[in-house]
């Protein structure tokens, strides 16, 4: 259809440059009548049909896409091409794994294919149209100059053959390139329905798959042929190597800016190790990176690195086909390996490299599809002999190590799954036995390495918090043993969570297993007339915990945890800290509405039916929260100052929204309101700037020297640290008796926190200066 459709173009096109062509040879001494006017629709006309002409030249140097859609048509069928051999060749012998794996690069093959359908068809729709107008102009009349016409047109005769030129010009042009678009839209049509039939066909086999998992698909053990055949055994292992080959680079196209993100961390994590040891060697010199006592980490952790990023492949490449990870984990067995080899004794080193040896062994095998019996009893061989690399695996473990709690579950979980094996291996269950195999021997490396990524992060922690104590940094602020309890439990809940998802990578399940979980969150239910979704709900719960976290941990960075000194350096920024926290609240509270999907109008409700509630019932309390942020801009008092409120008296640890805390000098820490903070009579005792005044009460002699008296008060007070030297003690006579005189020492301090110490310092020394100048205590 498109063809004839051409034909006629052409057809059309060539009697009309034939009609027009003697306009070239007509006399040009004609001219029309003089004062003729010049219609306006032959202006028109002629600048429409101009703009049509250039409209269509410009979209001819655009182009169409077309070599970029040939380019990567040619690349989806070489992508296609391996699979359907593969298909053809095992027939449905295909395991469930690679089954998967080529659905997702169909399903991306034909998406490509149908986005380059709608442009072809959207090109091809285009270009019909330009030709459309092209032969409407052609055709028309008005554009027409016969040799005896008399009209204005004559004015415009070489303008209009101009115009028929290109017109005739664009029309050839664009009925080419019309019919390029078609014959590419029926080659990516061709290739669409190509690849429809094979997700079909793989999708067919995938269910039945799943459907025959545990039916028998090979005869017992002892039925089985002894030799396989190999007729074309070659020539389907050569697909199968072609098809993961296919997987694999598919995958390691689709996903690099993924893989670019991890290999920034990995480098993160090498400079962050690498810096911090030459800063520590720098502070402390190289005989006292001993005392570090780190075993996992050396000053240039270049194998540490590799394990972290072999570790950490599958948390940001969870959509990973199986052989990818099996490649992956090889290679953190290789690592770990290099990393181990200084650490484990002979016979243990023996034993590990027998396990890399029968991993690779176990990967070759697993690729054979012959179900003879000389295959089937070297896997069950395999079976036997990591069966006995486990037991010796189990029996060498430390039971004082960090992540034994871990592995050891694993440990179990391999004998399990090898004697499975065995046993599916004997009835003919030969696919899930080699699924079961490799499962458990990948399973037991990744949970070893993700063990010995736990000590690296915590030796690497470890080796932050040190140097950061030295130099008064963030973590010379917090309590060290309960940060390493919490960022061992965050990093064993990682390794958990990764060391799953492998697990269900493995076995061909993680899709099923997503998708379960995907529709149970996102699933809608009914409460009521309230609609929600788990979903929504563990949102809601992550983000609040996750803000109360925050704020709670907020002060590590303004230095919270340590009480500021007399002189208040840290005040100012301790002060506003409460605000920091309620925002963070209020945002995070906010956040969680948004995501937790309950509509403006409904949490408009909700507020409206809180606020009555707390108009009756709540007022103390949004009355200390309202108090609270008073005392935050009028700052009375400031974290660290001495008040005295009522008969409580201490040094304020914390200015929180709803009630502050005060450290009394017994060493209780009392919970106050901030409404009675705000209400009540307060006095500091630590205003910024002045002086405190202690008193001490004396009755000496009657013949004591005043002025003797006065300069050992004075000489005592200029020794004593918390006394200000530009301000010597008074010595007051308050009384005087027949052989006595009352006396007060007025001293000044800096700090009403050391009025005791100071008063205890300058009687202790007083004493012993009376007694020296012979002065008498009544």
């Not at 080959?245 to 598919?250: A, G, M, R, V």
């Not at 100052?641 to 005060?662: H, N, T, V």
Request: hydrophobic letters at 45%; charged letters at 15%; one cysteine or more.
């Amino acid at each position: 259809m498109q063809n004839q459709r051409c034909w006629i173009y052409y057809l059309l096109l060539f009697s009309i440059f034939t009609a027009f062509g003697s306009v070239r040879a007509q006399d040009t001494a004609t001219v029309p009548l003089a004062g003729q006017r010049i219609p306006d629709t032959l202006l028109f006309k002629i600048q429409k049909a101009q703009s049509i002409v250039t409209e269509i030249k410009s979209a001819g140097k655009r182009g169409y896409g077309i070599a970029r859609i040939r380019t990567g048509l040619a690349n989806v069928n070489t992508n296609v091409a391996p699979i359907l051999t593969d298909v053809k060749l095992h027939k449905k012998s295909i395991d469930a794994k690679s089954l998967a794996n080529y659905r997702l690069i169909l399903t991306d093959a034909q998406g490509k294919l149908t986005t380059w359908q709608t442009s072809l068809s959207r090109s091809n729709n285009d270009l019909q149209s330009q030709l459309d107008q092209l032969l409407a102009l052609s055709s028309d009349s008005l554009l027409t100059v016969t040799s005896n016409d008399t009209t204005a047109r004559l004015l415009y005769r070489d303008q209009l053959v101009s115009l028929k030129l290109q017109l005739q010009e664009s029309g050839t042009q664009t009925t080419a390139r019309l019919d390029t678009v078609s014959r590419l839209l029926a080659d990516v049509s061709g290739a669409s329905l190509g690849v429809n039939d094979l997700q079909a066909t793989l999708n067919e086999q995938l269910q039945q798959s799943t459907v025959n998992v545990f039916e028998q698909e090979s005869p017992y053990l002892w039925r089985a042929p002894v030799w396989p055949n190999t007729s074309n055994q070659q020539a389907i292992v050569r697909s199968t190597y072609q098809g993961q080959q296919k997987i694999l680079t598919y995958f390691l196209a689709s996903t690099w800016d993924d893989r670019v993100l991890l290999y920034l961390l990995t480098i993160g994590f090498f400079v962050w190790v690498f810096t911090n040891f030459r800063t520590y060697k720098a502070r402390s010199g190289s005989e006292d990176l001993g005392t570090l006592q780190l075993t996992n980490l050396r000053p240039v952790p270049v194998v540490a690195s590799l394990i972290v990023l072999f570790n950490l492949i599958p948390l940001f490449e969870p959509g990973s086909p199986s052989f990818y990870i099996e490649l992956t984990q090889f290679l953190l067995l290789l690592a770990l390996t290099v990393h181990l080899w200084p650490r484990l004794s002979k016979p243990d080193l023996r034993l590990w490299l027998l396990n890399a040896a029968l991993y690779v062994l176990l990967i070759l095998t697993n690729s054979l599809s012959s179900n003879a019996l000389i295959v089937r009893l070297w896997l069950i061989g395999l079976n036997v002999l990591f069966l006995y690399i486990g037991y010796h695996y189990a029996s060498h473990l430390q039971r004082n190590s960090v992540s034994t709690r871990i592995i050891r579950p694993v440990t179990k979980l391999f004998f399990v799954l090898h004697v499975l094996a065995i046993l599916l291996n004997i009835i003919g269950r030969i696919s899930l036995a080699k699924t079961f195999s490799i499962t458990a021997v990948v399973g037991l490396v990744q949970i070893t390495g993700l063990a010995v990524l736990i000590e690296i992060v915590l030796e690497a922690l470890d080796l932050q918090m040190r140097i950061s104590a030295r130099s008064q940094g963030i973590f010379s602020r917090v309590n060290v043993d309960h940060t390493r309890r919490s960022a061992k439990k965050v990093l064993v809940f990682l390794a958990v969570a990764l060391w799953f998802l492998v697990f269900f990578i493995n076995l061909g399940i993680a899709d099923g297993v997503f998708d379960f979980i995907g529709d149970v969150l996102s699933r809608t239910r009914t409460f009521g007339s309230v609609t929600f979704s788990l979903g929504n709900i563990l949102s809601f719960v992550i983000i609040l915990y996750l803000s109360s976290l925050l704020q709670k941990n907020i002060g590590l960075f303004f230095g919270e945890s340590r009480v500021p000194t007399a002189d208040g350096q840290i005040d100012q920024v301790s002060s506003v800290l409460a605000l920091i926290r309620l925002a963070i609240i209020i945002g995070g509270v906010l956040l969680a509405v948004v995501a937790s999907g309950v509509s403006v109008d409904k949490f408009t409700v909700v507020l409206g039916a809180l606020s009555v509630g707390i108009g009756l019932g709540m007022q103390n309390i949004v009355s200390n929260f309202v108090s609270g942020i008073i005392l935050i801009f009028e700052k009375p008092f400031r974290i660290g100052d001495y008040i005295e409120l009522a008969d409580r008296k201490g040094r304020i640890l914390d200015i929180g929204i709803r009630s502050s805390k005060m450290l009394t000098g017994q060493g209780a820490e009392v919970i106050i309101p901030n409404g009675d903070l705000l209400s009540n009579r307060l006095v500091n005792w630590s205003s910024r700037g002045t002086y405190l005044k202690t008193e001490f009460t004396l009755k000496v002699g009657g013949d004591t020297d005043m002025q003797q008296l006065r300069t050992i008060a004075q000489e005592i007070a200029s020794k004593l640290d918390d006394s200000p030297q530009q301000m010597p003690p008074d010595v007051v006579v308050t009384g005087i008796g027949a052989d006595s005189i009352d006396l007060k020492i007025v001293a000044w301090i800096r700090s009403i926190s050391s009025e005791a110490s100071l008063k205890s310092d300058f009687l202790q020394q007083l004493v012993g200066r009376l007694r020296d100048a012979g002065i008498r205590l009544l």
